[in-house]
Each structure stands twice: as C-alpha cells, then as structure tokens.
C-alpha cells in the first residue's frame, strides 16, 4: 500500500510530464523551422574566408604577437569557451589574438565528464520549479549538441545512456521526461528514447544488479566527446583562420588609457621569459574559474562573480561498464546525480560537486573518490565489487559557476553563462558549460562589436558551419584506409583517425617503420594503448605541445585514463621532445618531475601523502620501530612483525586492516616500511565506504592505483 505522500508525489510527476508533453511539441515545432532554416543557408559566402591549411607555428605567432600595431580583440584564457571566442571572432573577419597563461585545456576544459549535453536533470527543475531560465539552458543546448557534432564528427559520437528504474511508478515519468528532451531536440535530435523491459535491460547492462531496474529502464541519447583534443582543435582553427594563438603566455597586467579603459596588455612569453606590450581595441576575459583574478587587474575592488565548485571524476577499466552504453543515476544518497560512461576503452564515473579554492590542479580527495565508488557499487552487481585499486586515473575540475547569492548549495547554481562589461571596459565571460562554448562565444562577440564599435565582415556568427580542423573531410571508414596505406594496427588506425580526423594522414606519415611483419608502421610510446611515437613529432610541429605533460595530458589523454601508464610514458615522451626543442639533462628532469607532479593530481598514488599525517618526531619512531622487526636487514617484515609492532604502539591489526593491505597490494610476506607508514595512514584517516570491498586475490585491475 503506498502511502499518501507517495501518491502526491507521483500525481505531481504524471501533471508535470503531461504539461511538459504539451509545452515540448509546440517547442519541437520551432526546432524544426529553425532546423530547416540552418540546412538552406548557402556554403558560397565562406569561400573568401581567409584559411590556412598549414598551421603557424608557435614562434610564428610568437613574433607576430610582438610585431603587430593592434588587435581588434585580445582574448584571455585559452580554455573552451576563450579558443571558441578566437574562432567567433576571427571568422567574422576581425584581427584577434589569444593568450593562455599554461596550456589549452589545461584547466576545466580537459576535465569535464565528457558529455555533449543539454541536461536531463535541467530540465526536470524547469519543470518542478517552473523555472524557464532552466527550460532555456536545455533548449539552447540540445541546440549546440546538434552543431557540436556536426562540426567535429571525428571527435565526437552518439551515446545511448540508461536510466534504471527499481519502481514502476517511474516508468510514464521518466518516459514523459525522456519524450519531452527529445521533442524539445526536435530535428536537432540525435536518436529517439526508448522503454526497455527488464532483461533487455539486463542483457545490454549486465553489471547492473537485477533490483535496481524491476521495472525497466529507459533509454535516451546525448553527445560524447574528447574534450582535450576538442579545445586544442578549436584553437588551431581559430589558427588556420587568421587568429594569432599561444599558450605559455601569462597576462601580466592590463593596459589603460587616459580614460581608464583597457586598451591593452603586458605579456610574457613563460618558455623564452620575454615580456612586451600588446595594444587591442577591446579586451576579453574568457579565464573560467580565474575570472575574478583578472577582473581585478581593471578594478581591484570588485566583488567575486564566480563561485568556483569541484567535479571529481574517477576512470576504471573497461570491463565496468558495456562498450556502448551509459548509465545515469539521478537520485544519489546526497541528491546528485552520478554518471557512469564507457569512454576510450575504459569507464568514466562521476561527479561530486563541492565549495573549492581556486588552484591550478585541483587534486581530488580520497573521501570524493569513495563517494562515487559507494555510489556506483550500489547499482552493480554485488558480485562484481568495486575496489580502490581499480582506479586508473582520478581528476577534479573545477567548475566557474556564475554566482547566484541565494542560494548555498552549489548543485543548485545555474550552469548559464554572463556576459558582463567592467569597469575598464573589459568583456568578462564567466559561467556555462561546454556543450554551449559556441553560443557563449557568439554572445561575446556580439557584445564585443557593440562594446567597441568594431567592423566584422559578418555581423552575425557564421561558426555553426565552421568545421574543426580535422573534421572538414572525415570519414567514417578513414581508419580503414590508414590501415591500407599505411600498415598501421587496427586499434592505432581507430585512434589516430578519431584523434585527429582527416589530419590523421600526416601523422601517419611520420609514423616510424616498426620492422616486424605486421604492423607496418606506428611504434607504440606503451604497451596497451593505440598512441604511437609519431605522434609526439606532430604535436610539437602542429599542435603547439611544449611541455611532456601537454602531450601526455592534452594531446593523447593518457593521463586522464590511466596515469600509471601516463607515468611510464613520461621517460620515452621526454627524451623525444628533448631531442626536438634540444633540452639539457638538466631541463629532461625538471620535466620527468613536472610531469610525475602533475600525475600526482590525476589519481597517481603520492607516497609523501602518506607521511604528511605524521611529524618528524612520530615518523622517527616509527622508523625505529619497524627497523626492529627487520630481521635481515633487507627493508621488509613479514605480517608477524607488524602485527607485533603495530601491537607495541597499541594499535590492533584485525581483519580490516589486512584487508587495507591488500587493497593496496601490499605482499603480506614483504611489507615494506611506506607500506606500513600508508597502513597507518589511512587508519588514522578512514575512508568513506572502505568496508565495501571484498577480499580477492587479486585487489587490482587493468593497471589500478
């Protein structure tokens, strides 16, 4: 018998999803005029559009930084949405330039979850809360999936994700739900959502534990994207078109005229240590969650716009989850929702949303990365555990959410974008998400144009029809034909043609004979993953890579898939870029240290984390103390010692702290002393949802930490 709440809640459910039906059509409709309006528009007028088919250089654009009178637009930060400003404004005919302090996609924009979307969960609040601003930021962003994978096919495909339902009052709900994304979609929809029966559900998700969808699933689809390589690609279009683009070049202080306007900036080249002027008619901060820092470069007094929270992500094997298919579930323990994706043959889960201090790379927290492990455990199969040494890679990104005062709760901050005008007159972009970077970057524009009376050939943005580099003459048998013309290995030629679209040839033609019978051509840099050793040339001489983490972060995403593997790049990645840019042993250490520094934020496990819970004096004695069970002098005990050592200091070894152990993969025979120290350590800090864990034989998988 359900109770009375029960069955207000489902009555709010089935009117909600009536009039969501209702006000969906009418908004389908309209998606459908403007679709046929898009699918006219003549491709003649791009023809004249200045294009590049070779991409300068970064000393090229370097020079013409410092050589240049003055820009129409200087763009600040060269994440997403500032690479998507470059390419708005430069193929509307304007002279623009664009400066990153580190790398493109160096911050948030190569660690979101991966999804092209217009947010299911959005929409589900415009309706509850009779919210339009939230019906808005799903409508235009269902728009944006649609352009998002038509201009950069290569990099972005079409993802089934399931919805569970342990309850059959759920079912008309979230098919209604499901129904009204896609009407809202209209012709810029992907595939139409579908009702799966229960062991249809099972067959196409058999993780999933068998309770958990009683009464079916339904099944809708989204975008799914390589976020990187997607923002390194927008920015050597923007390239190709005109825009003068760099990273390493840090914005030291703005430029005013006698009016106080900002007219300009002091630059510095972070590789050579140069620094010089640069004037522009106008001035964008596009610095995501470094907004208010350069906001108050014009005015120091300014209050913050920014609220900056953190997503954490966590990557395991491929064997959890199908090859094809996702699963979302929207009512975690604390109200969020958790992802659970499929993505470069391993699996995405995420994300936790919390209040973060702004740092250049957020390290996520072993309290966040068990949260989302107890998360996703509940929806698998019992036995089919989830062990912290499955992790292959754990990242946080921290997201600009636009400042709202209120409320608290960052979940419940609008992902939508602002467009302000300062003090200085500088435009700041802060806000959005990635899946509309196009939009935000079209606003800004137009803002700009107005702001300072510019002159574009196009008044309007024309980047709906601007394909990324890589995608203009893609196709979806080009792995096949690198694998005939250049004897490349099946799974290399997928990546290659995936990672770089039509571009893939000239990387395939660096490729280096491998000697052997089959394949051809395509050293490995390591084992069990497609990138080959070309493609270190390519990303130095096209792709403006100048650090080894550039390439191993934001050129192939190794370390955001698996970091250990990242790490045993590190030596071969080095020595190559070494080579090319002449680098002294000194400076090929600073960079295997800059390198294993940088891995440490994304889920490689830091031993000095483990000592940073004691003191000098409590470390020595510990020191002493396991000295004295190591018998032969050798750096081990066996599990006798340490249990009469842990005795000594009154500490209890039982059936839990062994099971700590071999979740770490220690050898109970040779227990070494930064085993004992990282024992004693996550005892003196437990971890949230440790005692899920079964023991196995083996505590670890496809490479976990």
Known sequence: MYTRIAKRIKRRKYSLATAAVVVSSLIGYRRYVRWRSDTYISQNELTFLPFKENIPHRLEQIDKLTHNDEFDLLIIGGGATGAGVALDATTRGLKVALVERDDFASGTSCKSTKLVHGGVRYLEKAFKNFDFDQFKLVQEALGERYTFLKIAPHLTNALPIMLPMSKWYLVPYYWAGSKVYDLIAGMYGLQGSYYLPKDRALSEFPMLRPDKCSAGAMVYFDGQFNDSRMNVSIALTAAQYGAVVANYVEVLDLIKDENGNAKGAILRDSVSGNTWDVKAKGIINATGPFTDAVRKMEDDSINNIVVPSAGTHVVLPDHFSPSSMGLLDPSTSDGRVIFFLPWQNATIAGTTDALIDVTKNPKPSEKEIHFILHEISSY????????????????????????????????????????????????????????TYRKMAEDVVDKAIDTYNLKPIYSKSITKRIPI???????????????????????????????????????????????????????????????????????????????????????????????AAAMDALPTVV???????????????????????????????????????????????????????????????????????????????????????????????????????????????????????????????????
């Not at 040494?389 to 921290?398: K, P, T």
């Not at 005062?405 to 003090?423: A, F, Q, W, Y």
């Not at 000098?616 to 032969?632: C, G, H, T, V």
């Open 380 to 435: 698998l199969d019992p036995s089919i555990p989830i062990r912290r040494g499955d992790v292959l890679a754990a990242w946080s990104g921290i997201r600009p959410l636009v400042l709202n005062p209120e409320v608290e709760s960052t979940e419940e901050l609008s992902r939508s974008h602002l467009v302000h005008v300062g003090k200085a007159n500088m435009i700041t972009i802060a806000g959005g998400k990635w899946t």
């Open 469 to 563: 580099i890589g995608g203009r003459s893609y196709q979806d048998c080009l792995n096949v034909k690198l694998i005939q013309q250049f004897g490349l290995d099946k799974e290399v030629a997928g990546h290659l043609a995936h990672a770089y679209g039509d571009r893939a040839y000239d990387v395939a033609k660096m490729a280096q004979y491998t000697e052997e019978r089959w394949p051809v051509r395509g050293k490995r840099i390591v084992p069990l993953f497609p990138y080959i050793e070309a493609e270190i040339e390519y990303a130095i001489e096209n792709e403006y890579a100048v650090s080894a983490t550039d390439f191993v972060a934001r050129r192939i995403n190794l370390a955001t898939i698996d970091s």
């Open 575 to 705: 020595e190559k870029m070494g080579k090319k840019f002449n680098w002294t042993e000194e400076k090929k250490l600073q960079e295997l240290k800059d390198g294993k520094d940088f891995l440490f934020t994304m889920g490689l496990v830091d031993q000095r984390d483990f000592y940073s819970s004691f003191n000098k004096i409590e470390l020595s004695n510990l020191r002493e103390a396991f000295s004295s069970k190591d018998l032969n002098h050798d750096g081990y005990i066996d599990l006798v010692g340490l249990k009469a050592v842990c005795i000594h200091m009154g500490q209890h070894i039982g059936k839990e702290e062994i099971m700590i152990l071999e979740r770490n993969g220690t050898n109970l025979e040779r227990i070494q002393y930064v085993d004992f120290i990282r024992l004693l350590h996550e005892i003196k800090q437990p971890l949230q949802g440790m005692d899920s864990y079964g023991l196995d034989n083996v505590l670890r998988s496809g490479g976990g930490l």
